[in-house]
Antibody, heavy 121, light 107 residues
Framework: EVQLLESGGGLVQPGGSLRLSCTASGITSSNYAMNWVRQAPGKGLEWVSG????????YYADSVKGRFTIARDNSKNTLFLQMNSLRAEDTAVYFC??????????????WGQGTMVTVSS | DIQMTQSPSSLSASVGDRVTITCRASQSISTYLNWYQQKPGKAPKFLIHVASNLQSGVPSRFSGSGSGTDFTLTISSLQPEDFATYYCQQSYILPLTFGGGTKVEIK
């Protein structure tokens, strides 16, 4: 069974940084594109960023472009999200998501349990 | 960006009812429309791919249809485990966008 396990969330002050990690087990994640999707408390789902299976191509929502960086280490089946210049509106549960294929915009097949990021002074 | 609008935002239904949720895209997305189910405190679950393809393990009471701008998710006979929030998502073009969700509650 494929499992995704996120870590790295927590409380950070506005303007601060956090690095999220997501480790995949039960599958070779390098065959699939990966994404981060977030959900603010009591709100809907928002796509944040995506990365191709090789890691060569990355994509970002306008709301995080220039502040967040997605990366992956396929040798360790691990996905990262480096979040800088954090704002209160970045407060959310962040889900690591594996697509159903190598296509970045294919369906979101496997989800992690999520890690909470709270930006507050 | 493509805007996804779901209706209704919430509904109350009884076990055994037929439930239909609508999702409308702000421009044509062919059949690049996916559906997810989310229960409180849990991650979303992938239900339907490209408008009508039921994912493995999803009960056959769920079905999806539509193309272009208008799509529907139908639950033919609502079961207790189906009470949840449902989201549509377009995968036609980046940025990938979700509908606002439809909360299905017990009447």
């Amino acid at each position: 069974e494929v499992q995704l396990l996120e870590s790295g969330g927590g409380l950070v002050q506005p303007g601060g940084s956090l690095r999220l990690s997501c480790t995949a087990s039960g599958i070779t994640s390098s065959n699939y594109a990966m994404n981060w999707v977030r959900q603010a408390p009591g709100k809907g789902l928002e796509w944040v960023s995506g990365i191709s299976d090789s890691g060569a191509t990355t994509y970002y929502a306008d709301s995080v472009k220039g502040r967040f960086t997605i990366a992956r280490d396929n040798s360790k089946n691990t996905l990262f999200l480096q979040m800088n210049s954090l704002r209160a509106e970045d407060t959310a549960v962040y889900f690591c998501v594996q697509t159903r294929s190598s296509g970045i915009s294919d369906g979101f097949d496997v989800w992690g349990q999520g890690t909470m990021v709270t930006v507050s002074s | 960006d493509i805007q996804m609008t779901q209706s209704p935002s919430s509904l109350s239904a009884s076990v055994g009812d037929r439930v239909t949720i609508t999702c409308r895209a702000s421009q044509s997305i062919s059949t690049y429309l996916n559906w997810y189910q989310q229960k409180p405190g849990k991650a979303p679950k992938f239900l339907i791919h490209v408008a009508s393809n039921l994912q493995s393990g999803v009960p056959s009471r769920f079905s999806g249809s539509g193309s272009g701008t208008d799509f529907t998710l139908t639950i033919s006979s609502l079961q207790p485990e189906d009470f949840a929030t449902y989201y549509c998502q377009q995968s036609y073009i980046l940025p990938l966008t979700f509908g606002g969700g439809t909360k299905v509650e017990i009447k």
